[in-house]
């Protein structure tokens, strides 16, 4: 299983990004997520998705990102926008498993992630 980020780089604030994960090994995952974690903080949800399309957000993404998946692909999206140098951080995907998951509580929708990628860097100046 593999679960591989794209996307990330340097930005100045105010920019945009669109960061992307493609999926494989596993078929398509009920719910998808994407998760950031700065230095010396502890890893956040930012949003996730069902399968049919239905998206959640964690208040410090809403209004500024949308999350998006591409069934076809097994692949998923985030795009960012009005990005701050708070922003930057490690971003994550993460796709939802049988065994060794953990339960995350995201914009009000619980998913049992226990997929994950590697991660790409974000960094906002």
């Known amino acids: 299983v593999q679960l591989v980020e794209s996307g990330g780089g340097s930005v100045q604030a105010g920019g945009s990004l669109r960061l992307s994960c493609a999926v494989s090994?596993?078929?398509?995952?009920?719910?998808m997520g994407w998760f950031r974690q700065a230095p010396g903080k502890e890893r956040e949800g930012l949003a996730t998705?069902?399968?049919?399309?239905?998206?959640a957000y964690a208040d410090s993404m809403k209004g500024r990102s949308t999350i998006s998946r591409d069934n076809a692909k097994n692949t998923l999206y985030l795009q960012m926008s009005s990005l701050t140098p708070e922003d930057t951080a490690m971003y994550y995907c993460?796709?939802?498993?049988?065994?060794?998951?953990?339960?995350?509580?995201?914009?009000?929708?619980?998913?049992?992630?226990?997929?994950w990628g590697q991660g790409t860097q974000v960094t906002v100046s």
């Open positions: 090994g596993i078929s398509s995952r009920n719910c």
């Open positions: 998705i069902d399968r049919d399309g239905d998206a």
């Open positions: 993460a796709a939802t498993s049988d065994v060794s998951a953990i339960t995350w509580a995201v914009g009000g929708r619980q998913c049992a992630f226990g997929y």
